[in-house]
């Protein structure tokens, strides 16, 4: 079966993950490029368009003029929603990266498109399909580490503040580092604990750091003056059943303690930690214990596993979803509470009150 995909949105995101993927799977055929910026839609139909491929500047105008499967969304989070239901209502299924939607409110109104069209919906949380991730949720589903009942969502740069497209522009992404790496290291989290009801949030966003001229940057010196969104945040997140989860995300800190979708698990029978590689620790007969994880199989220096790649186990999952007509890795369902979460954390950094979901 060929599964043919339009791309909407020809980005960094789309050059650097969802491109190279989609192109090293055999029943994917890509027939149709977007962006508002013709160039981008132009270069990356050359590099991977298939014969007689399109490009177009009118997302709507792609939608019902090339006959299409699958719709990969891949634009600044404010139009998230907006494209998505409209590819759906247009009869593809849709898989759109994260964050889900700027709001909620938006993400619930993706998931009823869902529903009332009977597409496919899916987020692109690629650091699922990570082999330490892969691993640790096997370890958890099996019960290893018992009742979790505290973790830690990591998504810590010490300065690394994205200074190119939107990024750093409050009204099209709906927030910094929070929304745009804290949104991985927190879907980790609710997916290793397999909890998916909040109650309340507590939060706070900082804007200290990006006041800073001529900064040091991984990316070079951001403006001061085009930086209004938060340079760091921090969330604490009571779960229904009384479970706890604290979030941290910066693009720029002063800390030396650097690590990025990354999640601290601690249960009633052991604990995981992905900071320095994945460890299980816990106590048997007696005495406690570190299970140092062994992660790489091979011990041949110059081999690299093929199909290693996350992103391309998460398209080909996805693509797989889609031909077998079978449920996706990461539900839209879920993906949605993740939203809820970061949103209630915005609010309350700006109330100074918790929100209560």
């Given at each position: 079966?060929?599964?043919?995909v339009?791309?909407?949105?020809?980005?960094g995101?789309?050059?650097g993950?969802?491109?190279?993927?989609?192109?090293?799977i055999?029943?994917?055929e890509?027939?149709?490029?977007?962006?508002?910026e013709v160039?981008k839609a132009?270069?990356?139909?050359?590099?991977?368009?298939s014969v007689?491929?399109?490009?177009?500047?009118?997302?709507?105008k792609?939608?019902?003029?090339?006959?299409?499967?699958?719709v990969?969304?891949?634009?600044p989070?404010?139009?998230?929603a907006?494209i998505?239901?409209?590819?759906?209502?247009?009869?593809?299924?849709?898989?759109?990266?994260?964050?889900?939607?700027k709001t909620?409110?938006?993400?619930?109104?993706?998931?009823?498109?869902s529903?009332?069209?009977?597409?496919?919906?899916?987020?692109?949380?690629?650091?699922r399909?990570r082999?330490?991730?892969q691993?640790?949720?096997e370890?958890?589903?099996e019960?290893e580490?018992?009742?979790i009942?505290?973790?830690?969502?990591?998504?810590i740069?010490?300065?690394?503040?994205?200074?190119?497209?939107?990024?750093?522009?409050e009204?099209?992404?709906?927030?910094?580092?929070?929304?745009d790496?804290?949104t991985?290291a927190?879907?980790?989290?609710?997916?290793?604990?397999?909890?998916y009801?909040?109650?309340y949030?507590?939060?706070?966003?900082?804007?200290?750091?990006?006041?800073t001229?001529?900064?040091?940057?991984?990316?070079g010196?951001?403006?001061p003056d085009?930086?209004?969104?938060e340079d760091?945040?921090?969330g604490?997140?009571a779960m229904?059943?009384?479970?706890?989860?604290f979030l941290e995300?910066?693009?720029a800190?002063n800390?030396?303690?650097?690590k990025?979708?990354?999640?601290?698990?601690?249960?009633?029978?052991a604990?995981?930690?992905?900071?320095d590689?994945?460890t299980i620790?816990g106590?048997?007969?007696?005495?406690l214990?570190?299970?140092k994880?062994?992660?790489e199989?091979g011990?041949?220096?110059?081999?690299d596993?093929?199909?290693e790649?996350?992103a391309l186990l998460?398209?080909?999952?996805?693509?797989d979803?889609?031909?077998?007509d079978t449920?996706?890795?990461?539900?839209p369902?879920?993906?949605?509470?993740?939203?809820?979460?970061?949103?209630a954390?915005?609010?309350?950094?700006?109330?100074g009150?918790?929100?209560y979901l």
């Open positions: 079966m060929s599964v043919k339009g791309i909407i949105g020809c980005g995101i789309a050059e993950k969802h491109l190279p993927a989609l192109s090293q055999e029943e994917v890509l027939v149709a490029f977007c962006d508002i160039k132009e270069k990356a139909n050359k590099e991977y368009g007689n491929a399109k490009v177009f500047e009118d997302y709507n792609m939608l019902h003029s090339v006959e299409l499967d699958v990969h969304v891949l634009t989070n404010n139009v998230h907006e998505s239901i409209a590819a759906m209502q247009a009869g593809n299924q849709v898989m759109c990266e994260k964050p889900m939607a909620a409110e938006e993400a619930q109104k993706m998931i009823e498109a529903k009332k069209t009977g597409k496919k919906l899916t987020i692109g949380y690629q650091n399909f082999k330490d991730a691993y640790l949720h370890v958890c589903q019960g580490l018992g009742d009942y505290t973790a830690k969502a990591h998504a740069r010490r300065r690394a503040v994205p200074t190119w497209g939107v990024f750093l522009d009204q099209a992404q709906g927030g910094g580092p929070l929304i790496i804290g991985h927190l879907d980790l989290t609710l997916w290793m604990m397999d909890n009801k909040p109650k949030v507590v939060g706070n966003a900082y804007h200290k750091l990006s006041e001229k001529n900064a040091a940057n991984a990316w010196p951001w403006d085009e930086f209004n969104v760091s945040a921090f604490f997140v229904e059943n009384g479970a706890t989860i995300a910066s693009w800190l800390s030396l303690d650097v990025e979708a990354k999640t601290t698990l601690m249960g009633t029978k604990g995981a930690d992905m900071n590689g994945l620790n106590e048997d007969h007696g005495l214990y570190d299970k994880i062994q992660l199989t011990g041949v220096d110059f081999y596993e093929e199909g790649d996350p998460e398209a080909q999952a996805w693509i979803a889609v031909i077998n449920e996706v890795v990461v539900k369902e879920e993906a949605l509470t993740v939203t809820e979460i970061l949103e954390i915005y609010q309350s950094s700006k109330t009150e918790p929100v």
